[in-house]
């Protein structure tokens, strides 16, 4: 339920409205809009309670939410979220380019793709240092060693860090040394793992799941806006379907769909979405032309020697296309990729 105040309604209105709805048991969720307040209404809704509300002052309308997730809603909260990483801000007019190996292999292999991508455009530095395998005989990533890479790495080249975390009980381990928080697309629905990177108040970014519905995705998310925290960026990965040609069938219209339903930032990652290096730059542009946040994109210095998702990771020339290609699109759609024109327009 979402109440909708008076344009021009006073704090002492406001404060009415909040004491009501917890005086009922509920929580009230405050989003300041730039002309009217509303106040969201999370809990269990009875009956009544619209009447209530309604009779308030400075109360407009009171309306129904019929979706059942409501924090990650527009509805509750309808200007875009901006979540900042330092000076970099992700749900505003800039595309953000996430880039690195798929694992952290070696200090070198991460420098050396760090500095690629910096010098590409590239504004945060991606690596695995846990990796989820659907396999048990693949490379399941340097842990607690990747991590102290990347830490190293990012104060070489200056690089904010995004980096996956898989169990709650390493959520504090990898926020030490993280920028942003990844959960995985396996992980989507590990509630506690939601709660607890919900608790850090650090930038979150939820994967969506591997067949997860749009609405599946949204319910994750409010696991983490539960938690008080509203730096979440959603990541479009790619959802399993009849199609074996490509490694996943990446969902471009989800992209539209987010920006309408929900005020959280969109990113997609085109090199889990198909799992093809040579399909990675036409579907990063095809995501940026549908309203995309930014990208997140594998590079590796030797594709053919990487120990995980070689096939789909980028050399650092067809990187550096990419992102020459990435920034027409940008332009054409009213955007521009955050770092590149610092970097490669002198
Ligand atoms: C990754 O980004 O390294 C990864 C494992 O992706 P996903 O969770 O989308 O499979
Ligand atoms: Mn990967």
């Not at 105040?5 to 406001?14: A, F, L, R, T």
């Not at 806006?225 to 490694?247: D, K, P």
């Not at 998702?309 to 955007?335: E, H, I, P, W, Y």
């Amino acid at each position: 339920m979402i109440v909708v105040m008076k344009v021009g309604s006073s704090d002492e209105e406001i404060t009415g409205v909040i004491k009501r709805i917890e005086s009922a048991g509920l929580k009230a969720h405050v989003s300041p809009g730039v002309e009217r307040t509303i106040i969201g209404v999370v809990g269990q809704i009875f009956p009544e309670l619209q009447d209530m509300l309604e009779m308030l002052h400075g109360v407009d309308e009171v309306i129904r939410v019929s979706k059942p997730y409501k924090l990650s809603s527009r509805e509750f909260h309808p200007l875009d979220t901006k979540v900042k990483i330092g000076g970099i801000t992700i749900g505003g007019k800039e595309i953000v380019v996430m880039a690195g190996p798929c694992a952290v292999e070696s200090e070198q292999q991460l420098l050396e793709t760090a500095k690629a991508v910096k010098a590409a455009g590239a504004t945060i530095l991606r690596g695995g240092a846990f990796k989820p395998s659907t396999s048990p005989y693949q490379f399941r990533g340097l842990g607690e060693h990747g991590l102290k890479l990347l830490a190293h790495v990012k104060k070489e080249i200056g690089l904010p860090i995004i980096t996956e975390v898989m169990t709650p009980g390493e959520v504090g381990m990898v926020a030490k040394y993280s920028d942003i928080l990844q959960v995985g697309a396996r992980n989507m629905q590990n509630f506690n793992l939601l709660e607890e990177v919900g608790k850090t108040g650090k930038p979150v970014m939820l994967k969506r799941g591997l067949s997860a519905t749009i609405q599946e995705w949204l319910l994750a998310a409010e696991y983490v806006l539960a938690q008080g925290n509203e730096q979440l960026i959603l990541c479009e990965r790619g959802i399993r379907t009849f199609e074996t040609y490509t490694r996943n069938t990446i969902d471009i219209s989800v992209i539209p769909i987010i920006e309408k339903v929900s005020h959280l930032p969109i990113i997609a990652d085109p090199s889990h979405g198909t799992g093809k290096w040579y399909l990675v730059t036409p579907v990063a542009l095809a995501a940026v032309a549908a309203g995309a946040d930014g990208i997140m994109v594998e590079v590796h210095p030797h594709p053919d020697l990487a120990l995980k998702d070689g096939a789909q990771s980028l050399t650092f020339a067809n990187f550096q296309q990419l992102m020459s290609q990435l920034k027409s699109v940008a332009d054409a759609v009213g955007r521009h990729v955050a770092g590149y024109a610092v970097e490669a327009e002198p």
